[in-house]
Every structure is written in C-alpha cells, then in structure tokens.
C-alpha cells in the first residue's frame, strides 16, 4: 500500500528504526555470549518490529470477508512472479554450490567477497529502481506517450549512476580492497572488477522487467527468466571446467544477452525498442568509461598508501564526471540535478 501511494518517506522511517532496534538487540545478544545466533535474532527482530510498526502507521488492518475472485485475480498474476523469484534465487546460489565444490574455501571466500562490494551499489540502486519505477510508471500506465517520456527518463538518469558507480568501484578496486580489507584479500581484486561489469546493467534490467509487470504480462516475465536461465547454463560449465575468472567474463556476456531479451519485449509495449534505449545511455557509458580508464590509470602509477590512492581516484572520477557532464550537458546528468536541486530548494523553504 505505502508503495502504490509512493510514500518512500515513511518506509524509510520504518527500516531506520528497525535497523536501530535490531542492531542494539544484536550488539547485545553478542556480548552476552549468544555468537552467531546474535545475527539470527536480529533478522527475526528486524522483519518482527518492521511488521508492526507497518501495521501501526499504514492504517490498514484485515477485515473477516473473504474474497475469492480477489484471490483467483491477483494468484494468476502473482504465482508467475513467485516462481520468477524462486528461479532466480536458485541461480545466484548455484554459483556458490559451483565454487564451494569444485574450488578451494579460499576461492569462495574471494568471489563471495567480490560479489558483496559489488552489491553495495548495484543491490542498492536495483531495489530502489524496482521500487519507484513499479508504481510511478503504474500510475500513468494508460498514456503511452508519458509512460515512454517517464520511461526514457528512468533509464537515462539510472543507468547514468549505475556506469559511473559500477566503473569507478572496478578502476579503484585494488586501493578500496587494501583499505578495507587488507592485503590478504587482494586475489578477489579482479573477481571484484568482472562483477563490476557483469552487474552494471541490472538496474536496467529491472526496469524492463517493471515494464512487462506495469502493463500485467507476468506470464512472459516467467517465461525470458525460464530462457534467461537456461542461457546461463553454459556459463556454470565455463566455471566449472575453465576457472572463476571466466565464469564471471561469461556471465558478462549473459548479462548483455539477458538485457537485449528483456528490452525487446519491454520495448514493444511502450514503442521504446533495444535501438533507442542504447543510444540514449551510449553517452553515459563512453563518459563512465573515460572517467573508468582515468581513474584507473591514477590508481596505477600514484605511489602512495592505498587510502590516499583512493581518495584520490574518488576525487578525480568525481570531476571528471560532473565537470564533462555540466559541459556536454548530459540529460541524465541534467535530469538528476534538477530532481535534487529542487529538493534542495524544497528543504531550505521547510
């Protein structure tokens, strides 16, 4: 319900206050001596105080009547996006069954590592695509000429942040891992930076994904993750035969594939086809890409401690992105600093 309204604000209350409350729970069963089950409880105490406090300040509660052409009507297109779901959750972890088998502990660790700084932007900034686009892209899913201006203007401004995060994370991986981690981590340097680009385009994937549930198409949605999926099969084998590095330049290669499936159906039913979509994010990606190859030649030849090396590296792909942007006078760009600088402006009136 809070979604559908697009009451982010509230949402967000509550996941602070949970995480606060769960976490002090957490931090206290560790230090009382309950170990690892600290973690278990306050996953339990997260979703346990989220859904209260959901059902405090939604003002929605269920009432005794029971409506079965309710059911039959949201089952027929909820069960496919379940088992959508259920696919999916299964392959990421196969990829784990994969390496945990065939490969030492140590070669998991390092991709599990990888693949956990990775989805610090790529995670973040899915989710919040899945989340908005969903119900603001509902809304006006009757006009079709501003559901593909609403449209365009998603992807654009996304895939402009997904580029710059996702190239800027593999040109300062080396230093980022040193920093953080420590030397010992350094063999997961370059798992980190082929996930980097096998992830950049999953917020664009979501949003073709929203597109097909947008317009009630579930069914096909089931069916390119069933296609999806069974593409990926010989990526697995790549891994399991040829080594983790390849795996992961293999699922590059399925990530590209996966996006030209979905944006072909998803453009069909807005008039958005794969040819428009590409040239309106092409400049995105060549300025990411030049700010990546700077970025990473910096990194390369400073000789310094890691922390400078990436203070650094963040300083100049940070100039570089804004200053070429505000030059060229990228949309995306544009677009993203008129949002906030509106909501600047709006906070200064409060």
Avoid at 33 to 57: E, K
Avoid at 68 to 95: D, M, P, Q, R, V
Avoid at 181 to 193: A, F, H, M, N, R
Avoid at 294 to 301: A, N, R, T
């Amino acid at each position: 319900i809070l979604i559908k309204r697009i009451d982010f604000k509230l949402q967000t209350k509550i996941s602070i206050i949970s995480s606060i409350l769960s976490g002090i729970l957490a931090i206290y069963m560790a230090y009382t001596g309950f170990g690892v089950w600290s973690l278990v409880w306050r996953t339990i105490a997260g979703y346990f105080i989220t859904t209260i406090l959901l059902w405090m300040w939604s003002h929605w509660y269920p009432i005794r009547i029971f409506n079965y052409n309710a059911l039959k009507e949201h089952f027929k297109f909820g069960y496919k996006l379940l088992f959508s779901g259920l696919i999916n959750t299964l392959y990421i972890n196969i990829y784990y069954l994969v390496i945990g088998k065939f490969f030492s502990a140590a070669d998991l660790g390092y991709y599990i590592r990888a693949e956990n700084f990775t989805k610090l932007p790529s995670a973040n900034i899915t989710n919040v695509v899945q989340r908005v686009s969903y119900p603001v892209l509902s809304s006006i899913q009757d006009n079709s000429q501003k559901l593909k201006e609403g449209y365009r203007k998603l992807i654009k401004s996304t895939m402009f942040i997904s580029f710059v995060l996702m190239f800027g994370l593999s040109a300062s991986a080396k230093p980022l891992v040193l920093t953080l981690l420590g030397e010992k981590w350094l063999p997961s340097v370059p798992y980190l930076q082929l996930f980097c680009f096998s992830s950049v385009l999953f917020p664009l994937h979501a949003l073709n994904l929203n597109m097909l549930k947008v317009k009630g198409r579930s069914d096909l949605f089931l069916k390119l993750e069933i296609i999806k999926k069974v593409i990926a099969i010989p990526v697995i084998f790549i891994g399991i035969f040829l080594g983790i590095k390849l795996m992961l330049i293999g699922m590059i290669f399925h990530s590209i594939i996966a996006y030209l499936l979905n944006s072909f159906w998803s453009g069909k039913m807005v008039n958005y086809p794969t040819k428009e979509q590409i040239l309106d994010i092409l400049p995105s990606l060549f300025l990411s890409t030049f700010m990546g190859v700077v970025v990473g030649i910096l990194g390369y030849f400073l000789n310094a401690k890691p922390l400078l090396i990436l203070l650094v590296q963040i300083s100049a792909g940070a100039l570089i992105t804004i200053g070429i942007s505000r030059i060229l006078r990228l949309d995306a760009f544009m677009e993203i600093k008129d949002i906030f600088m509106a909501r600047v402006s709006k906070n200064n009136q409060i």
